[in-house]
C-alpha cells in the first residue's frame, strides 16, 4: 500500500512500488537510465485502462518515462519517440498497449476530439499524456498524474499520485 506521507527513494529501491495508487510517491533519478528503470517498474503494476497524466517543461524526462513504460509491458523502447507532430504515437506488441499522446498543441475540445483521445480510452491500454495541464478538464476520474521536475542538469524527482486502484 502507498503511505499518504511522501517517501523518497533511490532508483535502486522498487520494493515500495504497489498497485494501489491512491496517494503519493516520490523518486529521485539521477539519470535518463533510472527514469527508464523507475517507469519499467511501475509499467508492471499496470493492468490496463490506466491513464497516465504527465506535468514538467521541456527536457524533463516525459519521453524518457515513456521509453520505461514501453519496456516494463514488453515493447522494444527504441520505437519510442516523442509524438510531437503526430499527436498520437501507438506501440502494441506487449503485454498491454500503449499510447502515447503529445497534447501541447490541444486548445480546444474539437482539436482534443480530433485526436481520438475518447475513443482510447475504451481500449484497455496504457495512455500516456505529455501536457496533460492542457487538457485537464477532459482527465477521467483516476488519473495517474506523474509530475517531473528537474533537481540537476540529469537528476529529476518524479512524483506519481492518484488513481483509482482498478
Known sequence: ???????????????QIKRSVTNLQKF?????????????EFAKTLRGGEVLAFRGGLGMGKTCFTRGL???????????????FALVNEYRGGRLPLWHFDMYRVESFDALYST?????????GVLALEWSENIDGALPEGTI??????????S???TIEGGAGK
Open 116 to 124: 481520438g483521445f475518447f475513443d482510447y480510452l475504451d481500449l484497455g
Open 145 to 154: 498524474t506523474i509530475t517531473f521536475e528537474r533537481l540537476g542538469d540529469e
Open 1 to 15: 500500500m502507498w503511505t499518504k506521507t511522501v517517501r523518497s527513494w533511490v532508483c535502486s529501491d522498487f520494493s
Open 70 to 84: 514501453a519496456a516494463g509491458l514488453g515493447i522494444d523502447p527504441a520505437e519510442v519517440s516523442s509524438p510531437t
Open 156 to 158: 529529476r524527482s518524479i
Open 28 to 40: 529521485i533519478s539521477s539519470s535518463p537510465a533510472e527514469t527508464e528503470q523507475i517507469a519499467a
